[in-house]
């Protein structure tokens, strides 16, 4: 038996050419099977990638930085006095705010020591204590990245009415 007759090759089409350009051209540096018309895509599409890259980093690196803020304790303490106004703010991020009027020390004048509250339950234990002497037992956060979080850096963790 014979074989068959072996098929003429057809011809090559211009773009599966080899690249017969001089190598100064900047068509030389396209792999030999890509149109000229596909880099500007994947250039277009690399740079995309790059920048949905750079914004989620941004995004990641904001919020363990507002995580590690807003659980670092920078310092703690207690103050006593009378709280003069206590209010409910913010756009989107309602925070309760206010301001406790300090006694006055022997010689010295009144001190205002403004705080914020994120609890609920503690902004009721103050609003039924209004006019007596309270204990704010509170907590600093230095850094914090957004003042979605509440105006100052204080924030109260208790509350103690103090007879």
């Not at 792999?31 to 895509?41: F, L």
Request: glycine share 8%.
């Amino acid at each position: 038996m014979t074989p068959p007759p072996a098929s003429p090759t057809p011809p090559r089409s211009p773009s599966t050419l080899p690249n017969t350009l001089d190598q100064g051209s900047s068509a030389s540096a396209l792999p030999q099977n890509v149109p000229p018309q596909v880099a500007p895509r994947r250039k277009r599409r690399r740079l995309l990638k790059g920048v949905i890259l750079l914004v989620l980093l941004a995004i990641v690196v904001l919020t363990l930085w507002s995580l590690f803020a807003l659980h670092y304790r920078y310092a703690t303490g207690e103050h006593d006095g009378f709280v003069t106004a206590l209010t409910k703010s913010g756009w989107v991020c309602k925070t309760w705010e206010g301001e406790l009027t300090m006694s006055p020390v022997a010689g010295g004048g009144q001190q205002r020591f403004q705080f914020t509250m994120h609890s609920d339950s503690l902004a009721t234990i103050l609003q039924n204590a209004q006019g007596k002497r309270v204990a704010l037992i509170y907590s600093q956060h230095v850094a914090i990245p957004s003042r979605c979080f509440g105006d100052t850096p204080f924030y109260v963790d208790g509350v103690r009415v103090l007879p």
